[in-house]
Nanobody, 121 residues
Framework: QVQLVESGGGLVQAGGSLRLSCAASGSIFSINDMAWYRQAPGTERELVAM???????NYAESVKGRFTISRDNAKNTVYLQMNSLKSEDTAVYYCNAHLRPSGSLRLNNYWGQGTQVTVSS
C-alpha cells in the first residue's frame, strides 16, 4: 500500500523559514509529478508548487521567489523550502504525487494527510 507522509510543519514568525518533507513509501514502480498544495480555512485547496520527475518546476505566483520545491528520486521524497513566510501562508499543506504502484499499469493520484503551517504576524 502506497502512503505519502509529510513532516516539518509548525508555528513560525513572519519572515521566518520552514522546510516541509514528504516521503512516498510502499510498493512503487515509478513517480511522475510531485506537488505541494495548501488549504486555508474557508478556501479551496490550491497548488503551491509542482516538480516533474525530470526536475522542472512550477510555482503559484504568490510564492515565487520565496518557496523552492525539490525532490530526491532515490528517496521518493519531495521537499518544500519556505522562506520569508507571511501570515497569508498559514494553511494546511498537502503533499501530492502521481505515481505508478508496482504491478499496476496506471498512474494513480495520492495525497498525504496534511501538515499545519502557522505564520504569526
Amino acid at each position: 500500500q502506497v502512503q505519502l507522509v509529510e513532516s516539518g510543519g509548525g508555528l513560525v514568525q513572519a519572515g521566518g523559514s520552514l522546510r516541509l518533507s514528504c516521503a512516498a513509501s510502499g510498493s512503487i514502480f515509478s513517480i511522475n509529478d510531485m506537488a505541494w498544495y495548501r488549504q486555508a480555512p474557508g478556501t479551496e485547496r490550491e497548488l503551491v508548487a509542482m516538480i516533474t520527475s525530470g526536475g522542472s518546476t512550477n510555482y503559484a505566483e504568490s510564492v515565487k521567489g520565496r518557496f523552492t520545491i525539490s525532490r530526491d528520486n532515490a528517496k521518493n521524497t519531495v521537499y518544500l523550502q519556505m522562506n520569508s513566510l507571511k501570515s497569508e501562508d498559514t494553511a494546511v499543506y498537502y503533499c501530492n504525487a502521481h505515481l505508478r504502484p508496482s504491478g499496476s499499469l496506471r498512474l494513480n493520484n495520492y495525497w498525504g494527510q496534511g501538515t499545519q503551517v502557522t505564520v504569526s504576524s
